[in-house]
């Protein structure tokens, strides 16, 4: 369930997809998303879709938006934005979630097998 506050929704369909296409940024860039910099240079080492791992649709879980509509008298129409905020909830979610099932708190994306691991093993060791 991705909920979220929009004002009116001027174009429902678009509104519900512009909340799944966020919600599926954010958990790509809570989980998956690493672009690295060679330190010395600056260049992009993982420039191509080969070395720079997104989200495909196998990937993806269902998700259902849920539209809230409080009028915005601010807002054209009643309506606010809702382009960023889908992308801004699912890496912190996610992140909260992986603590209160491993006990490890993490502060860098993305979470991924080998930083459950590290982290693991930092808990342990400790």
Request: proline fraction near 9%; aromatic fraction near 8%.
């Amino acid at each position: 369930m991705a909920a979220h506050d929009v004002g009116k929704a001027i174009n429902l369909l678009a509104t519900e997809n512009q909340i799944e296409g966020g919600a599926i940024q954010g958990m790509g860039f809570g989980l998956m998303e690493n672009q690295i910099f060679d330190k010395d240079t600056g260049i992009c080492v993982n420039p191509n879709l080969v070395d720079y791992k997104v989200f495909t649709m196998k990937d993806i879980p269902e998700i259902h938006p849920l539209v809230i509509e409080p009028i915005d008298p601010y807002g054209p129409f009643g309506a606010k934005g809702v382009g960023e905020p889908p992308y801004s909830v699912p890496a912190p979610a996610l992140a909260n979630a992986i603590y209160n099932a491993i006990g490890v708190r993490f502060t860098e994306l993305p979470i991924n097998i080998r930083s459950v691991l590290d982290g693991k093993n930092r808990v342990s060791k400790a």
